[in-house]
């Protein structure tokens, strides 16, 4: 019977779905001159006029224009998904970066132990030796990532995850190993708090929270878009601190 | 200014995360200050804050007007008398802290995406709460459903996108969005918020949440539970005006119904109040979906002295149920305690004298002008219910023979707090403009979104 | 071309999702969870999003997996049925 | 299409949601749901012969209809990290639930009832 009443709730949030789905542009003929993002992409935000936006009467055309390698005002990521994610919607990334500080710090108040857990298992030669030359490539690797996040795909959160991963990996490799809760937390909490800095001395400079005080430069180049880059090191040295606290968390019991 | 509210507690959390000792002195900084800028905000209403200064509806904005006024200085207020009991928070201050910035952005919030992360946000934190006391089920019971809530509001909250080209609300609110499309938004905006706002079939986790320990109802079933009616209100009265208004209204009597119907046959007193407390939600939903003025008004009048009393109650009740073996007579010996106790469930039911009374019989009142008799009817229900079931409690706890014949040392701040907001909900009886005139500010925000756009608007033409 | 890749791509979820929902053991419906993010993956390589593509890849399916895995050991296998 | 293939799997994740009695099954149905709403928030945004919205020396220039819509892609960073969250919390949570009731599975749960 209850397999029955799930079929007909399922099938209906899916006929629900279904029947939405013939109100959208069908796959791949979204229009973007209808949608807010073309602004984004052509990083005219400032042109537009919000008025006429909010009324819809707005003509929402946007001129081709070069971009690449040229000093844009208004913000300078060459990856417009970072200039989203950090700039123009950044509130909703220091409200993500909180849901994954809230989850670590769920994680180790539910778990928390002091002591790492042992399973009375030896890794064996080959995980040993490979963890000792790739736990250094992995946690360049993800710097990098991060690092690049305003030029290339990628950014804080999966540089960061991919740090974590290298600590999972020392982890799995060796019984002994076991990282202090006290630095991860120290990370984490100064990488969150430079964010929230960050956003306050746009506060303090431009009147806005998370104002790009600082001078956009060419799009492409490593030292370009302002506060971007600056806070994308921070998500992603935080990030790492965090999901590797997380790590150590689910390694480690009670003591006694 | 009112980004501060959000933004101080997150640094105090993370500041709190580098030192773990210092996170209890953060909390009660963080809380004072909070209520401190509210008082001072009170002169900047209505403005908005464009968020790095990428104006509406690109960037995101916070929107204070009146009624997100009233939601964050309840809120905030809550929080503060909370961080007040070191014994209770523990170990919890860091997540009350994220808790309170939640709770902030979600009520400021002018961008529908933004209000996801924040739900979240509240969902995570609640998680924490719950599960403290070893409560992990009743709490992993919570997870999966507000995850669940979380996805259908994300599916929403891009389902507008589609329609509309952004994510701002106001820019939502003034778009005509198709019929079709809308019907289903709506079902699942009100899926989204129903976990929250305890929306009958929604509201499995609350008894298990509420009931399961001593921190937890406490902000659930105040602060929180004000920010999601809040929203509930928001949404479908500013946003989508009008659109699913009857689905709300024969959910949410459901919802007061089974609520009465379960806390009578309930056997634990944290779990009672759980369960009247949804029914009570249920009462001011009914309320929001009736979309006057007048009745909208009368819901968020209902809300507070809901929530003023649900605060005592719980007080109370978390102090006895976790410090008694037998609660038996156990008045007797906190005579304060009982007096708050009393007072509030005599407000809950809605006898004369307390401030129950007054948005009970304003509602009925205003219900029979437009004749309409159900929802009287079922008020009507839901009171005798009540009175049973709070009757007995009070009989229990006053007169029966003392069982557990340990004493507890007289609790100074709860006895004094939960006397004084006694005191309050007869004085909003005696008085009821104190609470009726910023609440009918809020039912005239709540309903009039041409100023909502309008301001909206006015703050991206630049000034701030 | 791309379509039918995109077809098999979510028949392939379909059945791995089914597959995950009513496995026997919860080993097998991690790993089966964990293809639907992978082959998720693939599916958001051919819409032309390679930063949401390296997220699900290493936060995801990568650590996801890692956190069920690591819990799952620590209950030593969950209720098997 | 794509919408198609995430609807009917947001249909399982309910569906596995429903029945299943194994609360780390739930779990597993939570993320698939997860995932779907973001398959179908990304393919919300996807334009026929769109680049990816990254600019490099081989597309310098903005034109209309050149990139895939960028805003669906920064939503779904976001609610994927927010995911995995919230589903962290519910694994470290089952991990205490097994602990204290000596099973995982709604059936055999012991000491859980009123």
């Known amino acids: 019977m209850r397999r029955f009443y799930a079929i007909l709730i399922a099938a209906a949030l899916v ?106 298992r030896e890794a064996n030669f080959v995980l040993k030796t490979s963890t000792g030359i790739l736990v250094p490539l992995i946690i360049m690797f993800g710097a990098y990532i991060f690092v690049h996040g305003h030029l290339t795909p990628g950014g804080g959160f999966p540089g960061g995850t991919i740090i974590a991963m290298a600590s999972l990996l020392l982890y799995l490799s060796d019984e002994k190993f076991f990282l202090s809760k006290a630095s991860t937390g120290a990370l984490e909490g100064s990488m969150g708090g430079t964010y929230v800095i960050i956003g306050l001395l746009g506060l303090a400079i431009g009147g806005y929270f998370l104002y790009n005080f600082l001078p956009n430069g060419v799009v492409g180049n490593l030292v370009s878009a302002g506060i971007v880059p600056l806070v994308y090191v921070a998500i992603g040295l935080k990030v790492g601190a965090e999901l590797s606290g997380l790590v150590t968390d689910l390694h480690s019991e009670k003591e006694g | 200014m009112m980004v501060l509210l959000i933004v101080l507690p997150l640094i105090f959390a993370f500041l709190a995360a580098i030192k773990k000792s210092f996170s209890y002195p953060l909390l009660v900084t963080s809380t004072v200050v909070n209520v401190i800028i509210v008082l001072l905000l009170k002169t900047s209403v209505p403005s908005v804050h464009v968020l790095g200064g990428w104006k509406p509806p690109f960037g995101i904005n916070l929107v204070l007007d009146d009624a997100s006024y009233y939601a ?108 079709k499309a809308i019907v289903v938004i709506t079902i699942l905006y009100l899926v989204g918020l129903g976990v929250e706002a305890k929306l009958f079939p929604l509201n499995g986790w609350v008894s298990g949440v509420y009931g399961g320990n001593d921190l937890s109802p406490l902000v659930m079933a105040t602060a929180v539970s004000f920010a999601a009616l809040y929203m509930m209100g928001r949404l479908f009265l500013t946003v989508f005006g009008g659109y699913a208004l009857h689905i709300l209204y024969v959910l949410a009597l459901i919802t007061i119904v089974a609520g009465e119907l379960a806390a009578l046959y309930q056997k634990n007193l944290l779990k009672t109040l759980a369960y009247s407390s949804i029914a009570q939600a249920g009462i001011v939903l009914a309320a929001i979906s009736k979309s006057t003025e007048k009745m909208v008004s009368l819901a968020y009048f209902h809300l507070t002295n809901d929530v003023i009393a649900k605060f005592v109650l719980f007080l109370v009740a978390t102090f006895l149920v976790y410090n008694y073996k037998n609660l038996n007579g156990v008045f007797k010996k906190h005579k304060v305690l009982g007096t708050a106790f009393t007072i509030s469930s005599m407000s809950l039911i809605g006898f004369p004298l307390f401030a129950g009374f007054q948005s009970k019989l304003r509602m009925l009142m205003e219900m029979f002008k437009t004749s309409d008799y159900l929802f009287p009817a079922v008020l009507l229900f839901a009171t005798v219910i009540e009175l049973t079931y709070l009757v007995r409690w009070n009989v229990k706890l006053w007169f029966e023979d003392i069982e557990d014949e340990s004493e507890v040392k007289g609790p100074a701040l709860r006895a004094t707090i939960s006397i004084i907001l006694a005191i309050l909900l007869v004085g909003i009886f005696l008085a009821p403009n104190i609470i009726l005139n910023p609440t009918t500010k809020v039912a005239k925000a709540l309903l009039d979104s041409t100023s909502y756009i309008n301001n909206v608007i006015a703050s991206s033409m630049g000034g701030m | 071309m791309m379509n039918y890749l995109i077809i098999l791509a979510g028949a392939m979820m379909i059945i791995a999702a089914v597959f995950a929902v009513e496995a026997k053991k919860i080993l097998d419906a991690v790993i089966a969870m964990s293809v639907v993010s992978l082959v998720s993956v693939f599916l958001f390589i051919a819409m032309r999003a390679p930063d949401v593509a390296i997220t699900e890849a290493s936060v995801g399916a990568g650590l996801v997996t890692a956190v069920f895995l690591v819990s799952l050991f620590k209950m030593k296998g969950g209720d098997e049925q | 299409m794509v919408f198609w293939i995430s609807a009917i799997l947001i249909g399982i994740g309910v569906y596995g949601l429903l029945t299943q009695k194994n609360l780390f099954k739930q779990l597993i149905s939570l993320s698939i749901i997860d995932t779907a709403v973001n398959i179908f928030i990304i393919a919300v945004g996807y334009v026929d012969n769109g680049k990816a919205p990254i600019y490099s020396k081989a597309v310098p220039k903005f034109m209309e209809g050149a990139f895939v819509d960028p805003l669906p892609q920064a939503l779904v960073l976001t609610a994927i990290v927010i995911g995995v969250g919230v589903l962290a919390l519910g694994a470290s949570l089952l991990v205490k639930v097994k602990e204290k009731h000596s099973s995982i599975d709604v059936e055999n749960m012991k000491g859980v009832g009123e």
Request: aromatic share 12%; charged share 15%.
């Open chain 1, 15 to 120: 006929y629900m779905l279904i029947s939405f789905i013939s109100t959208v542009p069908s796959y791949g003929k979204a229009d973007l001159k209808e949608r807010v993002s073309d602004a984004f992409l052509s990083k005219s935000v400032n042109a537009q006029n919000a008025k006429a936006w909010l009324e819809g009467k707005a003509i929402h055309r946007q001129p081709a224009k070069e971009i690449y390698g040229k000093k844009v005002k208004e913000e300078g990521s060459a990856n417009v998904v970072t200039s989203i994610v950090v700039n123009y919607r950044s509130f909703d990334t220091l409200g993500e970066v909180t849901v994954l500080f809230t989850a670590a710090l769920g994680v180790s108040l539910i778990l928390g132990g002091s002591r790492r857990k042992q399973y009375g």
């Open chain 2, 72 to 179: 964050v200085l309840i809120a905030n207020i809550v929080f503060f008398l909370v961080a007040l009991f070191k014994e209770t928070v523990g170990k919890y201050s860091t997540v009350l802290m994220v808790m309170l910035a939640a709770v902030n952005g979600f009520v400021l919030t002018g961008d529908l995406f933004n209000s996801f992360v924040f739900l979240e946000i509240l969902t995570a934190t609640g998680v924490i709460l719950a599960s403290k006391r070893e409560n992990y089920y009743n709490a992993f019971k919570y997870l999966v459903l507000g995850s669940l809530a979380g996805s259908m509001y994300l599916l929403a909250t891009i389902f507008t996108y589609t329609q509309v080209g952004s994510l701002n609300m106001a820019h939502a609110s003034y778009f005509a969005i198709s019929e």
